[in-house]
């Protein structure tokens, strides 16, 4: 079966950085468009970043500049590197893998920014 397994979230001072993992596995990984998103407390879930099967990135505004979205298809694993993170970061990430009609999710990972 379709697994999307998350790790490295944490709390993190302002400032600071944390890199998410997102280790794919029952799908054919490099032909599927990843993605990050997230949802905060009482807002929607909303995109961070994906990265396209060629490579290709986009960004939400809010993040541009701090944040990095890479994949390794040789190890089924999207990454996301955080960087200059600010309190309204703080959320529940989520790694998503989208291919035509298909569209999974992993369970989450919850990123606190505070001091």
């Known amino acids: 079966q379709v697994q999307l397994v998350e790790s490295g979230g944490g709390l993190v001072q302002p400032g600071g950085s944390l890199k998410l993992s997102c280790a794919a596995s029952g799908i054919t990984f490099s032909r599927y468009v990843m993605g990050w998103y997230r949802q905060a407390p009482g807002k929607q879930r909303e995109l961070v970043t994906d990265i396209t099967s060629g490579g290709n990135t986009n960004y939400v505004n809010s993040v541009k500049g701090r944040f990095t979205i890479s994949r390794d298809n040789a190890k089924n694993t999207v990454y996301l590197e955080m960087n200059s993170l600010k309190p309204e970061d703080t959320a529940v990430y989520y790694c998503?893998?989208?291919?035509?009609?298909?569209?999974?999710w992993g369970q989450g990972t919850q990123v606190t920014v505070s001091s």
């Open positions: 998503n893998g989208k291919l035509g009609h298909l569209n999974y």
